[in-house]
Every structure is written in structure tokens, then in C-alpha cells.
């Protein structure tokens, strides 16, 4: 029985054994958390954030099938990220929320809208994910699994992510974004080893030009992309800002311009990147064997160009709903 790929914002359908249907599914693993957002004038508001939580949202908005694997707190900042989760259409692939408070990050929105973040999160909700919770919530039906961030340093959040990358099945797409915090990350013998860990099993990776330089800091920026990608053997998504995308491959290396626009912010706008290459690779029908496709890994990340492009048109981590690609 052959399954067609399925128009934007449809989901997706795999096959196992006696042609019985599984909808497909991508987990992102990670943290959700409160952003508190201060602005150049030191004007203070909040939002849901955490960068994996931003890349479930923006796949599950783009109408592909997502779920959020990750701690949520009972407390009431727990209760709004579930609001927010439910208002999308995102999965909580733990059931059960932790009784840990909601873990914080405090934003500091430069002139140009860039984002430096600080964490408030010592025995907090993000970190309260074990390995073996982990593993018990990650089923079949995963076509796709992308991990990063807080879940790189925490723990034991972080063995949970190795553990889960580990396990992944021969047919399973794995993407990482580092999305290297340095305020939590440097020095840190936890980060270093659970990112060489996904890393080996990594098909694509998505780097800024912020994370080549903390993860080589003596190389030039494209020098670190193509060491990585080398390092990997993955499919390296180098986002230069505004600047362009570069993707690099073992034999290729391609510059995807990026389109102007009139920025209010970058919060979020790398999560929504991630989660629209994710969700155009779903609707497409394509699978871990596909990345060696250039002209589909170029048509991905040309389409999550265009979702972050919108992202960075909006105050905070606010990815685009299907809708609104359709109409551009």
C-alpha cells in the first residue's frame, strides 16, 4: 500500500504491518518556561516561551500532527503553557503535569530586537523529566523527533534527551538545535557530553552563527559550520540572521537568501525556522532516507525561512498559523 504525501497543514499517515495506518507524529523534547521580556526601555511583559515549546507550536500552527515532550507545572503559570498548548493543537506526551514551579527566562531585548536570556531554573518544571518517562512517551507514531536547548543541560532532562535520541529507530528523523545559552552552558560537562551524544545520531542540525561561536570559539563561522557538519555527517542549517541560509552538506554548501522585513523582535524566530522546515517535511510525505535529497532539504528550509520571516514581524514567539502561509 503506497501512502501520498498530503497538502500543507494535513498531517501525515505511515504504514505498519497489515496495512494499518499510524498517524504520524513529530515530538520535540525540551523545555517550556515563562519568557519575561524587558525591552530596551526596560518595559516588562510575559509570553510562553521556551524554544522547543515555540517549535511544537509552529508545527502543530502549520497543521502538522506535534507533541511537547517536556515538564509543565501544576502551578498557574503551568496552567497557562497548557492553555497555550491545547489552544494550538499540541500533544502533552507526559499526560501528567510536574509539581515543580514553571521554570523562568528573563529576556533582554537589545535595539535590534535580538534577545540575551538569563534562567531561573534550579529545581524547577523543565528540568523534571526522567529518562525512563521519557522513553515511555515516545511511541511508534514518532516520525520525528527534534531536541535542544535546556534540554541539553538540564537534568535530568537532558539524559532523558540522549536516552530518547538514542532509541530513536533506524527510520526516525532527528534534528537538533544547540540554541546554546551560554549563561547556563558554559563550562558545563553535562552540555558537552549529552550534545556530542545527539549529535551521532543527528540528520540535520540547525545552528546560528551564535551557537558556532560557542561551540568553536577560535573559528571563523562558516569554518564552524562546515567542521560540524563534517564532525556530524548531518545536514547542517546554518541561519546567518538576516543575512542568508547556508546548508551544508558533505558535498554541498548552498547560500539561501533571506527576504527583508520589518523586524519587532527574534524571539522565537530560529524555534519557527525549525518548525517549518519539520512541518514541510511531514506534509511532503519524506522520511530520515529523504535527507540526502539537496532539492527537498532546500525547498524545507526556503519554507522555514518564510515562517520565521513572519514570526520576527510579531512581539514575541507568535509562529504562523497555516492560513497565513497559504494566502503569501
Known amino acids: 500500500m503506497v501512502v501520498e504525501p498530503l497538502p500543507l ?152 534527551t540522549a536516552a530518547v535520541v538514542a532509541a530513536s529507530p533506524a527510520d526516525r528523523l532527528v534534528m537538533v538545535d544547540p540554541n546554546c545559552r551560554p549563561s547556563v552552558m558554559t563550562s558545563s560537562d553535562v552540555f558537552d557530553r549529552t550534545l556530542r551524544a545527539v549529535l551521532e545520531r543527528a540528520d540535520v542540525v540547525k545552528v546560528s552563527g551564535d551557537d558556532l561561536a560557542f561551540i568553536y570559539p577560535s573559528m571563523e563561522i562558516h569554518d564552524a559550520a562546515v567542521r560540524l557538519q563534517r564532525e556530524s555527517g548531518a545536514v547542517v542549517l546554518f541561519t546567518d540572521g538576516a543575512k542568508s541560509v547556508h546548508v551544508l552538506t558533505e558535498s554541498d554548501d548552498v547560500t539561501l537568501e533571506v527576504p527583508r522585513v520589518v523586524v519587532v523582535d527574534t524571539v522565537g524566530a530560529g524555534d519557527s525556522f525549525s518548525g517549518g522546515f519539520l512541518a514541510q517535511w511531514q506534509t511532503r510525505g519524506l522520511g530520515r532516507a529523504d535527507v540526502s535529497n539537496l532539492d527537498e532539504v532546500l525547498s524545507a528550509a526556503r519554507f522555514g525561512i518564510s515562517v520565521a520571516g513572519i514570526t520576527c514581524q510579531r512581539p514575541g514567539a507568535d509562529p504562523p498559523h497555516v492560513q497565513e502561509i497559504e494566502v503569501r
Not at 510536574?98 to 518544571?125: C, H, K, N, W
Open 9 to 160: 497543514g494535513r498531517g501525515s499517515t505511515h504504514v505498519r504491518g497489515n496495512c494499518t495506518s499510524v498517524p504520524l507524529v513529530i515530538t520535540v523534547v525540551g523545555e517550556a518556561l515563562i519568557d519575561i521580556i524587558v525591552d530596551p526601555a526596560g518595559n516588562v511583559t510575559s509570553v510562553v516561551g521556551g524554544a522547543p515549546l515555540n517549535t511544537a507550536r509552529t508545527i502543530a500552527r502549520l497543521g502538522v500532527p506535534s507533541t511537547f515532550l517536556g515538564g509543565v507545572s501544576t502551578d498557574a503559570f503551568g496552567a497557562r503553557i497548557m492553555r497555550l498548548l491545547e489552544a494550538d493543537g499540541v500533544g502533552y506526551a507526559l499526560g501528567a503535569q510536574v509539581d515543580e514551579p514553571t521554570t523562568l527566562a528573563i529576556a533582554q531585548i537589545d535595539a535590534d530586537g535580538a534577545a540575551t536570556y538569563r534562567f531561573m531554573m534550579e529545581g524547577t518544571s523543565a528540568a523534571a523529566v526522567t529518562p525512563q518517562a521519557a522513553l515511555a512517551h515516545v511511541g511508534p507514531e514518532c516520525s520525528a523527533l527534534h531536541v535542544g536547548t535546556l534540554g541539553l543541560v538540564l537534568q535530568p532532562l537532558a539524559d532523558a
